[in-house]
């Protein structure tokens, strides 16, 4: 498979009053043609932060990428200048940003915020600029697309304003999508349509997705792999089976116990006990040591190697680390 993005060792830090947060650590994952890549983690683990630094819109400052390398069809984005960048976003790379109650502009009609970028970026006609803008509307189902493009933002429902935003993200026909909480704010019946679109989407577009969440049971539906992030670290990679059935890292395990699921009626939800870390001093060891039911003394001190289990499985644990294994059989027979 063609590889599209590679990251690589992607280190992001904020500097403040209180000091230097280290909100991204060393994060590394590949991302190929037409898959659909999940990024899931508890708010403020560093995935939103993640989607910003591919797209280069960390704010500087007093955000910086300090480290790393973002790879685009071979392409070093963080060595681009912003004006090259702004040749990039929307046309190669588009986003789909967390709230579309403020992603679009009140004092605009939809029309006009959907043509923007396409005219922006190509040298189109107004007319040509409406035909694209007419088959958009159609493509993420807003009806009546001749009226609704004359119209305004506060006249569209919560659901409506996401079709929206995700038809400006698709307008110009980027290879690459990143849509950051894209049914957060959504409810549970609108989820499940945004989600089918998605799908409808890439089988027709053939873009490949990064999909940002905190929901185990969205990614479930559309992804292809899910790389699980934790105080600014991705602690377990793998396909969605091996996550789903084959989970190693307690965190994930501990992720997945706080799903509610249709087929477990009547059993409480298992909460993670505990907070994450304190970014402004990361720990050396592994970040999940102090709220993980089987912390070793190891844990606390040295940070895992990253244990290969598959092609497509990885992950950072001491459990699963040979040496590790061999250490705790041998302290067992003694």
Same mark, same amino acid.
């Given at each position: 498979?063609?590889k599209?993005?590679?990251?690589?060792?992607?280190?992001?830090?904020?500097?403040t009053y209180?000091?230097?947060?280290?909100?991204? @650590?060393?994060?590394?994952?590949?991302?190929?043609?037409g898959?659909?890549?999940?990024i899931?983690?508890?708010?403020?683990?560093?995935?939103?932060?993640?989607?910003?630094?591919?797209m280069?819109?960390?704010?500087?400052p007093p955000?910086?990428?300090?480290?790393?390398? %973002?790879?685009?069809?071979?392409? /070093? #984005?963080?060595?681009?200048? /912003?004006?090259?960048?702004?040749?990039?976003r929307?046309?190669?790379?588009?986003?789909?940003?967390?709230?579309?109650m403020?992603?679009?502009?009140?004092?605009?009609?939809?029309?006009?915020?959907l043509?923007?970028?396409?005219?922006?970026?190509?040298?189109?006609? @107004?007319?040509q600029? !409406?035909?694209?803008a007419?088959?958009?509307?159609d493509?993420?189902?807003i009806?009546?697309?001749?009226?609704?493009?004359?119209?305004?933002?506060?006249?569209?429902s919560?659901?409506m304003?996401? @079709?929206?935003?995700?038809?400006?993200?698709?307008?110009?026909?980027?290879?690459?999508?990143?849509?950051?909480?894209?049914?957060?704010?959504l409810d549970?019946?609108?989820?499940a349509?945004?989600? /089918?679109?998605?799908? !409808?989407?890439?089988e027709?577009?053939?873009?490949?997705?990064?999909? %940002?969440?905190?929901?185990?049971?969205v990614?479930?539906? *559309?992804?292809?792999?899910?790389?699980?992030?934790?105080?600014?670290? *991705? *602690?377990?990679?793998?396909?969605?089976?091996? *996550?789903?059935?084959?989970?190693?890292?307690?965190?994930?395990?501990?992720? #997945?116990?706080?799903?509610?699921?249709l087929?477990?009626?009547?059993? !409480?939800?298992?909460?993670?006990?505990?907070t994450?870390?304190? #970014?402004?001093?990361?720990?050396?060891?592994?970040?999940?040591?102090?709220r993980?039911p089987?912390?070793?003394?190891v844990?606390?001190?040295?940070?895992?190697?990253s244990?290969?289990l598959?092609?497509?499985h990885?992950?950072?644990?001491?459990?699963?680390? /040979?040496?590790? !294994?061999?250490?705790?059989?041998?302290?067992?027979t003694?």
């Amino acid at each position: 498979m063609e590889k599209i993005l590679e990251v690589d060792n992607l280190h992001v830090t904020f500097t403040t009053y209180g000091g230097t947060v280290k909100a991204v @650590r060393g994060v590394n994952f590949d991302l190929y043609k037409g898959e659909t890549l999940a990024i899931v983690g508890e708010s403020g683990c560093g995935k939103s932060v993640t989607s910003n630094a591919i797209m280069r819109l960390i704010p500087d400052p007093p955000g910086k990428i300090s480290n790393g390398i %973002i790879k685009f069809k071979g392409r /070093e #984005l963080t060595k681009l200048s /912003e004006k090259e960048m702004r040749s990039i976003r929307g046309v190669d790379i588009s986003m789909i940003f967390q709230d579309p109650m403020t992603a679009l502009n009140p004092t605009l009609t939809i029309g006009s915020q959907l043509m923007e970028g396409l005219r922006q970026h190509h040298t189109i006609s @107004r007319d040509q600029a !409406k035909k694209k803008a007419f088959e958009m509307m159609d493509l993420v189902g807003i009806p009546n697309p001749e009226e609704r493009l004359k119209q305004y933002p506060h006249q569209f429902s919560g659901g409506m304003r996401q @079709r929206i935003v995700i038809a400006m993200a698709l307008i110009c026909e980027p290879e690459l999508l990143i849509a950051d909480e894209p049914t957060t704010a959504l409810d549970v019946t609108i989820q499940a349509q945004i989600l /089918e679109l998605f799908g !409808k989407i890439q089988e027709q577009t053939g873009v490949s997705i990064i999909l %940002i969440t905190h929901d185990l049971g969205v990614v479930a539906k *559309i992804a292809d792999r899910i790389a699980v992030m934790y105080a600014g670290k *991705i *602690i377990e990679v793998g396909t969605k089976r091996e *996550i789903f059935y084959h989970t190693q890292h307690p965190y994930t395990k501990g992720l #997945l116990k706080s799903v509610p699921r249709l087929d477990l009626q009547g059993e !409480k939800l298992v909460p993670i006990d505990g907070t994450p870390p304190d #970014l402004f001093s990361p720990p050396i060891g592994c970040p999940f040591t102090a709220r993980c039911p089987l912390a070793m003394e190891v844990c606390d001190k040295v940070y895992p190697n990253s244990s290969q289990l598959s092609d497509t499985h990885e992950v950072d644990c001491w459990l699963q680390d /040979e040496r590790a !294994k061999q250490l705790l059989a041998a302290t067992a027979t003694k």
